[in-house]
């Protein structure tokens, strides 16, 4: 797929004399097309919902466009809870999908009258014990374990992941919770991350609508959704072909049919917990090049850092690059793309070819709309970064300032250090 920046180097420099660089910019009108037509291609199921995965871009004017659409927050932490609550999130619409859970973070979200996802058989109790008593609607998190294949190839690990409960499990959790008066069910399972493929959801729904059949038949409970959660990737990478959600959706709607629809279960509501697919390829990070350096590699250092996005640093990530104005240009170069971290791993591109880059060019570094700024840190002191979004009438506005020296200084508050240094 073909990546073109949706700003453009004039409208950049434009946002750079407000608010200067490092930013991540996010598109609206990118982000509201691709919510639209989520909801088209599942308009198919008439409970279908999205919850868009707060962890990914923990921005309440973003996720406010969202909401829009439907969409309600999925949740793993007490603040992504009370993000959802400050935004007027409440009820069905936030879906608390977390992990070795606190105990007071379950009192949380049962107190919204969130809807809780199960991790594990043993949170039946802890939930129990801490509630009072159990809420009437619960779901559980799946992991059939083993590799997650479509045809013959891996696509992910679940046996070495440590999410949800086994098979056994479930089906004794959804026997324990039915004893207990739970009367609304539903199941759980993100079993491959960043997918570049339509067969990943169709394939996860086929074995959750088999496991679904089963467990009605089993236990008898009353299985109101199906959640297909997270994982449908995007094309960071020039050569991948982008998901179609149309065919996803088809793909998804046919197993439906074929299992749930056969078995008198074509009531089952089907949800969605997307992070990547539904904010990534609409933001974007926009450096500058400040320092050039020619030792035993070509290096081009800009003013954003690992702190700003650490995809690459984490997981060797590839972050497609396009120097603005510069976007037909020949690729003539070759550069390692830096950050000022004292960090080797600090390298937003490495032995990447781009066109000759000059000091004040600014670097547009695609698909950081998702697990982008939320990953950031304040390692070596580094500051996060502005969020500004790009409205649909070609207008911008900040939606998150950038951290200042008082902000890293604020969890000393008592000791007055930044009084000290800055009177
Ligand atoms: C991270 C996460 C998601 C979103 O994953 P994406 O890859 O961004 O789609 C959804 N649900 C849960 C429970 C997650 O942890």
């Known amino acids: 797929m073909e990546k073109i920046p949706f700003v453009t180097k004039e409208k950049a420099e434009e946002i750079a004399g407000v608010y200067p660089t490092p930013f991540h910019i996010y598109d609206e009108k990118g982000i509201r097309q691709n919510c639209e037509n989520l909801y088209k291609a599942f308009s198919w199921n008439k409970g279908f919902r999205e919850y868009f995965a707060v962890k990914a871009t923990p921005n309440p004017f973003l996720i406010n466009i969202l909401r ?54 043993t949170h039946i109790d802890i939930l129990e014990k801490t509630l009072g008593k159990l809420p009437e609607k619960l ?51 993100f079993l491959a991350s960043n997918t570049v493929t339509n067969e990943y959801y169709p394939t996860l729904a086929k074995t959750l609508f088999e496991v679904a059949v089963k467990l009605k038949k089993e236990t008898g409970a009353d299985i109101k959704f199906i959640n297909l959660s997270g994982g449908i990737g995007i094309p960071y990478r020039p050569d991948q072909t982008q998901n179609d959600i149309f065919k996803i959706a088809q793909g998804v709607k046919k197993v439906y049919d074929e299992v749930l629809g056969a078995n008198g ?38 003013d954003a850092c690992a702190v700003n996005l650490m995809r690459p640093a984490m997981y060797g990530a590839y972050h497609h690059i396009t120097v603005l104005g510069k976007e037909k240009a020949e690729c003539v170069k070759m550069y390692d793309i830096t950050g000022s971290l004292c960090e080797n791993n600090d390298k937003f591109a490495i032995d990447r070819v781009l066109p000759e880059i000059e000091m004040g060019d600014l670097l547009y570094i695609h698909d950081t709309g998702a697990h982008g700024f939320a990953m950031g840190y304040n390692y070596n ?43």
């Open 381 to 423: 002191g580094k500051l996060k970064s502005a969020e500004i979004l790009l409205k649909t009438d070609g207008s911008f506005e900040l939606i998150r300032r950038a951290e200042t020296p008082k902000d890293y200084f604020a969890t000393f508050d008592c000791f007055d250090f930044y009084k000290k240094v800055t009177e």
């Open 265 to 302: 279960m074509g009531d089952v509501a089907i949800y969605t917990e997307l992070g990547r697919y539904m904010t990534g390829p609409y933001g974007a990070l926009v450096t500058r090049a400040i320092n050039r350096k020619d030792t035993h590699k070509q290096y081009i250092g800009v």
């Open 68 to 121: 829009e659409y439907g969409c309600g927050c999925d949740c793993s932490s007490l603040t992504e809870l009370m993000l959802s609550k400050a935004i007027g999130a409440k009820g069905d619409y936030i879906m608390f999908s977390s992990n070795d859970t606190p105990p007071a973070e379950f009192k949380y979200a049962d107190d919204l009258g969130a809807i809780i996802n199960l991790d594990d058989i």
């Open 139 to 189: 779901s559980c998190r799946y992991n059939p374990g083993g590799f997650f294949k479509i045809a013959n190839s891996i696509m992910d690990n679940p046996g070495d992941a440590k999410y949800g409960m086994t098979t056994p499990q479930l089906f004794e959790a959804f026997k324990i919770l039915k004893s207990k008066g739970v009367k609304q069910f539903g199941i759980h399972a």
